[in-house]
């Protein structure tokens, strides 16, 4: 069962999108499907990602940005080429919402946008968010490896092989499972 509340959504917002679709043992499943699937994805994101409110009724812009994190994402984690139309539309998603930072009298900085359009705010955020994984700050993507998971993760550490604790006391039941069931048939 698949807690579609969302309760995993804390990685990088580009991530966290991308982490809309889960593996389920029978397949992926799409928790952004529908407008209310939408609303719970926005309502999650709340106050962590700039304009996300701006969202709402835009399933299929949201889907379309989703699709090229997932592809530029997915191929990073695996170390494989970027494919470039992604990583084209991306970029442009990127610049169609300049942002600056700001430095105010206290000293604090905040980011000022150059667009009013709050969509392209939200989704310039979360393609920069993508391309800031990509940056020489040593920040590594991986794939859970725990059976049914398969979520995109920074890890903590380089040993680190699944997204949180339930998928690796999932992974080592099963792989205690395998060995019982290997040990029976000889």
């Given amino acids: 069962m698949i ?3 969302l309760p995993w959504l804390t990685f990088p917002p580009a991530v966290d999108l991308s982490n809309t679709i889960v593996v389920a043992p029978r397949g992926e499943v799409d928790l952004l499907t529908t407008d209310e699937q939408l609303d719970v994805w926005i309502a999650a994101e709340r106050g962590r990602i700039a304009c996300v409110d701006a969202a709402a009724g835009r399933l299929d812009d949201v889907r379309a940005l989703r699709a090229d994190l997932r592809a530029l994402l997915y191929a990073h984690a695996g170390g494989r080429p970027l494919p470039d139309p992604a990583r084209r539309r991306v970029n442009a998603v990127s610049a169609a919402a300049p942002a600056y930072p700001v430095l105010d009298a206290g000293g604090e900085v905040t980011v000022e946008h150059a667009s009013d359009d709050a969509f392209a705010i939200l989704t310039a955020e979360l393609a920069r968010s993508a391309i800031d994984l990509f940056s020489g700050d040593g920040r590594r ?46």
Avoid: M
């Fill in 3 to 5: 807690d579609e509340t």
């Fill in 141 to 186: 993507l991986s794939v859970c490896t725990a059976p049914s998971c398969g979520l995109l993760y920074p890890p903590d550490d380089a040993r680190q092989r699944w997204c949180c604790r339930a998928c690796g006391n999932r992974a080592r039941v099963a792989r205690h499972a395998a060995r019982q069931r290997s040990a029976r048939a000889t």
